[in-house]
Protein backbone atom coordinates (compact mmCIF):
# COMPACT_ATOMS: atom_id res chain seq x y z
CA UNK A 1 0.00 0.00 0.00
CA UNK A 2 1.21 3.28 -1.21
CA UNK A 3 2.38 5.87 1.24
CA UNK A 4 -0.70 8.24 -0.02
CA UNK A 5 -3.47 5.87 0.69
CA UNK A 6 -1.86 5.10 4.23
CA UNK A 7 -2.61 9.07 4.66
CA UNK A 8 -6.17 8.47 3.39
CA UNK A 9 -7.20 5.85 5.35
CA UNK A 10 -5.85 7.53 8.35
CA UNK A 11 -7.64 10.82 7.53
CA UNK A 12 -10.98 8.62 7.50
CA UNK A 13 -10.58 7.45 11.13
CA UNK A 14 -8.24 9.79 12.77
CA UNK A 15 -10.10 13.27 12.96
CA UNK A 16 -11.40 15.43 15.88
CA UNK A 17 -12.25 18.98 17.13
CA UNK A 18 -9.43 20.68 19.18
CA UNK A 19 -8.57 23.47 20.83
CA UNK A 20 -5.18 25.04 19.74
CA UNK A 21 -2.63 27.31 19.32
CA UNK A 22 -2.48 28.36 15.67
CA UNK A 23 -1.35 30.61 13.56
CA UNK A 24 -0.82 30.55 9.19
CA UNK A 25 0.67 32.45 6.53
CA UNK A 26 0.05 32.12 2.80
CA UNK A 27 2.77 31.11 0.80
CA UNK A 28 3.95 30.87 -2.59
CA UNK A 29 5.44 27.97 -4.23
CA UNK A 30 8.90 28.93 -4.28
CA UNK A 31 9.26 30.46 -0.35
CA UNK A 32 7.64 27.01 0.23
CA UNK A 33 10.23 25.02 -1.04
CA UNK A 34 13.13 27.22 0.26
CA UNK A 35 11.33 27.02 3.92
CA UNK A 36 11.75 23.62 3.73
CA UNK A 37 14.83 23.64 2.52
CA UNK A 38 16.47 26.70 4.91
CA UNK A 39 14.02 26.19 7.48
CA UNK A 40 11.94 28.94 8.53
CA UNK A 41 12.84 31.84 11.14
CA UNK A 42 10.18 31.36 13.50
CA UNK A 43 9.24 33.22 16.61
CA UNK A 44 11.51 33.06 19.80
CA UNK A 45 8.17 31.61 21.65
CA UNK A 46 7.44 29.18 19.57
CA UNK A 47 11.22 27.73 19.05
CA UNK A 48 11.16 27.71 22.91
CA UNK A 49 8.03 25.33 22.63
CA UNK A 50 9.41 23.79 20.50
CA UNK A 51 12.55 22.63 22.41
CA UNK A 52 10.35 22.37 25.41
CA UNK A 53 8.43 19.22 23.29
CA UNK A 54 11.87 17.85 21.92
CA UNK A 55 12.79 17.30 26.05
CA UNK A 56 10.01 16.07 26.80
CA UNK A 57 10.44 13.36 24.21
CA UNK A 58 13.62 12.85 25.13
CA UNK A 59 12.65 12.42 28.50
CA UNK A 60 9.82 9.98 28.04
CA UNK A 61 12.48 7.40 26.76
CA UNK A 62 14.88 7.61 29.98
CA UNK A 63 11.77 7.42 31.98
CA UNK A 64 10.79 4.63 30.75
CA UNK A 65 14.05 2.74 31.58
CA UNK A 66 13.78 4.37 35.43
CA UNK A 67 10.40 2.88 35.70
CA UNK A 68 11.84 -0.56 35.43
CA UNK A 69 14.31 -0.27 38.13
CA UNK A 70 12.86 1.77 40.38
CA UNK A 71 8.74 2.48 40.28
CA UNK A 72 8.94 4.62 43.01
CA UNK A 73 11.64 7.18 41.97
CA UNK A 74 9.57 7.22 38.15
CA UNK A 75 6.25 7.78 39.71
CA UNK A 76 8.11 11.08 41.39
CA UNK A 77 9.53 11.89 38.69
CA UNK A 78 6.32 11.72 36.43
CA UNK A 79 4.69 14.10 39.34
CA UNK A 80 7.44 16.37 38.82
CA UNK A 81 7.05 16.28 34.97
CA UNK A 82 3.51 17.20 35.45
CA UNK A 83 4.07 20.24 37.45
CA UNK A 84 6.48 21.88 35.22
CA UNK A 85 4.32 20.65 32.60
CA UNK A 86 1.44 22.85 34.24
CA UNK A 87 3.53 25.71 34.62
CA UNK A 88 4.16 26.05 31.03
CA UNK A 89 1.02 25.32 30.08
CA UNK A 90 -0.34 28.62 32.30
CA UNK A 91 2.56 30.38 30.98
CA UNK A 92 1.93 29.88 27.30
CA UNK A 93 -2.23 30.22 27.32
CA UNK A 94 -1.49 32.92 29.63
CA UNK A 95 0.10 35.26 26.27
CA UNK A 96 -2.96 34.15 24.18
CA UNK A 97 -2.02 37.58 22.09
CA UNK A 98 1.57 36.58 22.02
CA UNK A 99 3.71 35.76 18.70
CA UNK A 100 2.72 32.17 19.14
CA UNK A 101 -0.94 32.39 17.71
CA UNK A 102 -4.21 32.03 19.06
CA UNK A 103 -6.14 29.57 20.62
CA UNK A 104 -8.47 28.19 17.57
CA UNK A 105 -11.32 25.59 17.45
CA UNK A 106 -9.60 23.40 14.91
CA UNK A 107 -10.40 19.44 13.39
CA UNK A 108 -7.58 17.65 12.86
CA UNK A 109 -7.03 15.13 11.18
CA UNK A 110 -3.95 12.70 10.13
CA UNK A 111 -4.06 13.96 6.64
CA UNK A 112 -5.41 17.78 7.39
CA UNK A 113 -7.29 20.09 9.37
CA UNK A 114 -10.10 22.75 9.24
CA UNK A 115 -10.68 25.88 10.39
CA UNK A 116 -12.91 28.90 10.57
CA UNK A 117 -11.92 32.02 9.14
CA UNK A 118 -13.33 35.75 8.50
CA UNK A 119 -11.99 36.22 5.09
CA UNK A 120 -12.32 33.25 1.74
CA UNK A 121 -8.81 32.08 1.15
CA UNK A 122 -8.65 31.08 -3.00
CA UNK A 123 -8.69 27.44 -2.89
CA UNK A 124 -4.77 25.72 -3.77
CA UNK A 125 -2.93 28.63 -1.66
CA UNK A 126 -0.46 27.24 0.17
CA UNK A 127 -0.20 28.20 3.80
CA UNK A 128 3.08 27.53 6.64
CA UNK A 129 1.19 26.86 9.60
CA UNK A 130 2.15 26.80 13.07
CA UNK A 131 0.09 24.55 15.40
CA UNK A 132 0.96 23.64 19.49
CA UNK A 133 -1.08 20.99 20.68
CA UNK A 134 -1.87 21.52 24.04
CA UNK A 135 -1.96 17.60 25.60
CA UNK A 136 1.81 17.23 24.87
CA UNK A 137 2.77 21.30 24.30
CA UNK A 138 3.75 18.92 21.24
CA UNK A 139 4.79 22.23 18.06
CA UNK A 140 4.44 20.98 14.91
CA UNK A 141 5.37 23.67 11.99
CA UNK A 142 3.36 22.18 8.63
CA UNK A 143 2.51 22.87 5.35
CA UNK A 144 -0.64 22.59 3.64
CA UNK A 145 -3.02 23.56 0.86
CA UNK A 146 -6.25 25.02 0.76
CA UNK A 147 -8.22 21.84 -1.00
CA UNK A 148 -11.83 23.47 -0.40
CA UNK A 149 -13.36 26.85 1.19
CA UNK A 150 -16.89 26.94 2.46
CA UNK A 151 -19.44 29.10 3.93
CA UNK A 152 -20.83 28.13 7.15
CA UNK A 153 -23.51 29.82 9.55
CA UNK A 154 -22.77 27.67 12.91
CA UNK A 155 -19.16 29.38 13.55
CA UNK A 156 -18.36 32.62 14.71
CA UNK A 157 -16.39 32.80 11.79
CA UNK A 158 -17.87 32.72 7.96
CA UNK A 159 -15.83 30.34 6.28
CA UNK A 160 -14.13 26.95 6.96
CA UNK A 161 -11.11 26.12 5.19
CA UNK A 162 -10.06 22.73 4.79
CA UNK A 163 -6.35 21.98 4.10
CA UNK A 164 -4.24 19.17 3.36
CA UNK A 165 -0.82 19.01 4.55
CA UNK A 166 2.01 19.06 2.17
CA UNK A 167 5.60 17.50 2.54
CA UNK A 168 4.19 16.11 5.99
CA UNK A 169 6.52 13.57 7.30
CA UNK A 170 5.81 10.07 8.98
CA UNK A 171 6.71 10.87 12.09
CA UNK A 172 4.81 14.02 12.56
CA UNK A 173 1.59 12.41 11.29
CA UNK A 174 2.36 9.50 14.23
CA UNK A 175 2.14 12.22 16.30
CA UNK A 176 -1.15 13.79 15.24
CA UNK A 177 -2.71 10.54 15.40
CA UNK A 178 -1.29 9.69 19.07
CA UNK A 179 -2.55 13.56 20.19
CA UNK A 180 -6.02 12.46 18.56
CA UNK A 181 -5.94 8.97 19.98
CA UNK A 182 -5.02 10.70 23.50
CA UNK A 183 -7.58 13.38 23.03
CA UNK A 184 -10.35 10.58 22.05
CA UNK A 185 -9.70 8.48 25.30
CA UNK A 186 -9.94 10.99 27.64
CA UNK A 187 -13.33 12.42 26.13
CA UNK A 188 -14.09 8.27 26.16
CA UNK A 189 -13.29 8.32 30.25
CA UNK A 190 -14.72 11.70 30.77
CA UNK A 191 -18.43 9.72 29.41
CA UNK A 192 -18.25 7.12 31.68
CA UNK A 193 -17.43 9.31 34.83
Do not use: W
Request: net charge negative; with cysteine; aromatic share 6%.
Amino acid sequence: MSETNNINERRQYYRIDDSVIFSFSIVNENTLHRDLDEGTTESDSFEMMERFAQMNQQMKVSLGRICELSPETASYLKNLDNKIELLAQMCLFKEQDSDLGTRRQINLGAGGLAFGHDEKLKQGSLLSMNLILSTDLLCLRLKGRVLQVSSQKEDNYPYRISVGFVDISAQEVDQIIRHIMRLQSEQLRAKKE
